[in-house]
């Protein structure tokens, strides 16, 4: 088991243009039981200053552009579990029509990777920001990179959303807010660019095999929000 969480740890690492250079394990018998594992890591990198992506940089009419999730990804799992709670293992084995996949395999699909996209885009002066969408949903993510005075207005009807998440929301009864505010709904990450940049991002994000959108756009706000829904 070691040996293939290694394997796919350095895999991973390799995809992403950089490279798995230490670890420690340490076996605990007396804490996890047999085939219970976790995992704590983090990475280092260097950054060019004067190129960094961030708030700094975001002006009115940017476009928000949506790049596609595989799934749940890793948020939100206290929800799911609650939801599909008492399920046995021929319903999670079950391939359903919506999903062309078994329940299990749909939630459970593997995190994108969005590195080497961002990275080109970046690379090509594209870019204003960037945001992972992660717990929080869009709503608590995409302000941390919206200035002052200025507010990202996203538009729900823009986002296709997975059949898995429309699966979670009838199953548990849960309320529209609440699956936007939970989960990344299809979208995984967010780059905002210039308006006349936003047709090169999305040619980009489809030739990197990335599906994207135009999920909204930033503009000026009287206000101090900086995150709204279109209406």
């Known amino acids: 088991m070691i ?43 260097l950054a060019d200053r004067q190129a960094m992506l ?21 948020n939100g799992f206290s929800l799911v579990r609650s939801v599909f709670a008492g399920l046995t293992d021929g319903q999670w084995a079950e391939e359903l029509p919506e999903l062309k996949a078994s329940l299990r395999e749909a939630l459970l699909a593997p995190t ?37 005075g200025l507010c990202a207005h996203v538009d729900r009807d823009a986002v296709p959303v997975p ?8 199953r548990g ?9 939970v989960f990344n709904m299809g979208v995984g990450f967010v780059v905002i660019a210039p308006e006349r940049h936003a047709e090169d991002v999305l040619a980009e994000c489809r030739d ?14 009287p206000a101090d929000g900086r995150f709204d829904w279109v209406q």
């Open 173 to 181: 009864g849960v309320e529209p807010d609440e699956m936007w505010h």
């Open 3 to 45: 040996n293939e969480v290694v394997g796919g740890m350095a895999e991973a690492c390799g995809e992403a243009g950089c490279a798995l250079i230490g670890g420690e394990i340490a076996e605990m018998g007396e804490v996890y039981r047999v085939g219970e594992y976790d995992l704590a890591g983090f990475a280092v990198g």
């Open 112 to 148: 994108r990777c969005y590195v080497n996209p961002v990275l080109r885009l970046a690379g090509r002066g594209l870019l204003s920001a960037a945001v992972h969408v992660s717990g929080g949903g869009l709503q608590d993510n995409l302000p941390r990179v919206i200035p002052a």
């Open 54 to 74: 961030g708030s700094q940089r975001v002006q009115p009419g940017d476009s928000l552009i949506g790049l596609q999730s595989s799934g749940v990804h890793c």
């Open 163 to 170: 059949a898995v998440f429309d699966i979670i929301r009838a």
């Open 208 to 221: 990197e095999g990335c599906p994207a959108y135009v999920i909204g756009r930033v503009s000026e706000s």
